[in-house]
């Protein structure tokens, strides 16, 4: 039995001891390690896995010359879904370790958000691996192992990533008191099984996109489902959030968010291209971002100038997905990109652009922030790098300002009223008259059983507007221009009428193209 197979089978027993040796890495000596396997996993790939030593020798670069880490970076190419895995999807074979579709447990495809879907490949081994990786979230976080727990899956179910890997990682650890749902993304299936089971269960754990969760939620409550009496945890993913919004759930669901016994609310980030949790939240992380919303230096110390929304902040482990920024030394670091340092992986990656905004942040850097503002933590920390994440910046345009999602997010959950009759999907878009004059629209699904309220309809505009003048792009280079035609226009759609739904959708858009 291999050394990875051993501490596999220590981890699976013992996920106290991987707390433990979470909390007392050495930062700097895990930095060299993960270096080092960044380097290995090079040279493992370009040996054996045919379509990378074809494209790397199309670039010029001889493996022979990839000693150090500097070499890595130097010579070592990027590569991206489009040059590298599209090309070979009918001969996916050449994208696999040997050539060949040997020891395969899973077939997945990405989502299909950028164009066709993608096929992904994972070995028995890669399985086992996420599998560990829940089955520590679920002890440390929900406790399953002690309370009788019902999972609620209500990610996308299918040959897509998300919702079936997390039901096939629950059912490889379920125990006799844990049961699993998978309603998928269906509200009256999901509500179906809240109602005729909550009462069996001692907690709830709700798993799904953001906008899906916030409303399953609202209509059970509205149902009379008393998730606000009950232990729940939410684990969702696919999209950032703004702290507003887990502000926003945990009043629903009866949850302090500084004593994880009365539930918790926790993202995590995963891509077809690597499998689930490549990133992950924690207690920790969640204070640094919700203390750097109340205080402008830490922001700035922790997550750069000019940030006016915070981007999601996430720790992970280097010596299993190594992390580099597209541009280190610009102050726009640009997207992450990553090399999956796992000899079991049948479909390596090595320097891999996820087309992800973000940005790596050193441990130390985030910990001598947190000292010199005078703030302390709960615990001790994974002693792990963090790692920002943005998403694929979809935004508008007005006039040279952007204008992102995040900032109509925060007005809708941040005002009693308009949480409680807009179901948090809309659109926002920039139209241009037959002057060329532009003009900022957002429009917005009303819930179910709502009217259109002319008064409720003004004050909405009122605060988008409010907000937007909170941003100094808007508020110097727009609004003093161009006065009160840069004053957003906000439009309310009843339920059924909303023109925006697209059930095929897996993941929520919330830009209109033009």
Known sequence: MSLSNILKKVALRSPGLVQWGLRHLNPDLLDRRAKQRAVAQFQLTVKRVPAYKKLVSEHGTNPDDIKTFEDFQKRVPIIDKKSYVLPHQNKIAELCVDGNLENVGLVMTSSGYSGEPTYWLRSHEELDQVTLSTLYGFKRYYKYHLRHTLVLNCLYIGIYIAGFRFAQAVQRIARHNTTLANPGIDFDMALSVLKKLHNDYEQIVISGFPPFIKGIVEKALKAGVPLDKKIVHV??????????????????????????????????????????????????????????EQDDELRRMVFGDGVDTLPMLFQYVPAMTFVENENPHAKDKGCLVITTCNSESKMPLVRYNIHDLGETIPFKRVMDAIEKRGHKLLRRPYRLPFVTLVGRKAGISYNGANIYPEYIQDVILKDRELSENLTGLFRLHVDTDENLAQRIFVDFQLKENVGLDENMRSRCEDVVYQKLM????????????????ARPHVVFHLHDEYPYSEPERIKTSYILQS
């Open 235 to 292: 684990a969702t993913g696919g999209e950032g959030f703004s702290e507003a919004y887990r502000t926003y759930l945990a009043k629903l669901l009866n949850i302090d968010l500084n004593n994880p016994e009365t539930g918790t609310i926790i993202s995590s980030y995963g891509a077809a291209d690597v499998d689930l949790n490549l990133f992950f939240e924690t207690p920790e992380t969640i204070l640094i971002r919700r203390t750097a």
């Open 470 to 485: 909170t941003k100094g792009e808007y508020r110097e280079g727009i609004e003093k221009v161009f006065g009160k035609e």
